[in-house]
């Protein structure tokens, strides 16, 4: 069984372009979760998404995020209007709907604001 | 809202001894535990886990954690340490919640391993 896949690896983005990085959960999986690593820190969480709707976004800036979980297809994360500050590591998990299993992780995308 | 420490940011022992990584939490409840290793450019793997039960938890790799009711504690633990065990350990926490599972992270300790 594949795990978390997410894409692209690495991704570099001049000032002002905007970014979007794809998380595909484990099959069977219906709960994604978005967590950004800073340099020398731990995970912070961003947000959590169900099918077609985002439960809880507590941890996204307000402003240039957004994310989005379709029924078909990958979970988006969008990073408009990139700044240096947004250069991380972003990571997707999943786990099966309502069983309190540890999330599973995808090896993440590393951005890069030029 | 629940918090993660971990008070020693790198840790470097020799292959063969002992290992300690602390963790505390700070929380009302008891929360659901756990530990995740990260190999440089990876994403988290799962260690091991505290749901209730037995405080002292068995995971992968030989590691075990004991969780302290007293303390707020769970540090992870492993009788010999082996060179492919450096990495960044993360203690989280997951206070559940009927909308979902949030985990909320400590800021990692590096272990370096010395031959």
């Known amino acids: 069984n594949a795990g978390v896949m997410q894409n692209p690896r690495h991704l570099v983005r001049r000032r002002g372009q905007e970014a979007r990085l794809r998380c595909s959960p484990v099959?069977?999986?219906?709960?994604v979760y978005w967590y950004r690593q800073l340099p020398e820190e731990g995970l912070k969480f961003m947000v959590y998404l169900q099918k077609e709707n985002i439960i809880d976004e507590s941890g996204m800036p307000k402003e240039r995020f957004s994310a989005e979980f379709p029924k078909e297809g990958p979970s988006i994360l969008r990073i408009q209007q990139v700044v240096r500050g947004d250069s991380a590591a972003y990571f997707c998990?999943?786990?099966?709907?309502?069983?309190?299993?540890?999330?599973?992780f995808g090896n993440g995308t590393r951005l890069t604001v030029t | 809202a629940q918090s993660v420490t971990q008070p020693d940011i790198h840790i470097t022992v020799s292959e063969g001894a002992s290992l300690e990584l602390r963790c505390n939490y700070s929380y009302g409840a008891t929360p659901y535990l756990f530990w995740y290793v990260q190999s440089p450019g990876q994403g988290l793997q799962l260690l091991l886990k505290y749901f209730s039960g037995d405080t002292l938890v068995q995971g992968i790799k030989g590691f075990e954690a004991e969780f302290k009711r007293s303390q707020s504690s769970f540090n992870l633990r492993k009788p010999s340490v082996h060179w492919s065990d450096a990495a960044e350990y993360f203690c989280?926490?997951?206070?559940?919640?009927?909308?979902?599972?949030?985990?909320?992270f400590g800021t990692g300790t590096r272990l370096a391993v010395r031959p």
């Open positions: 989280a926490v997951n206070i559940r919640k009927s909308s979902g599972d949030k985990l909320t």
């Open positions: 998990a999943s786990s099966p709907e309502g069983t309190g299993s540890p999330l599973h």
């Open positions: 099959k069977g999986h219906s709960h």
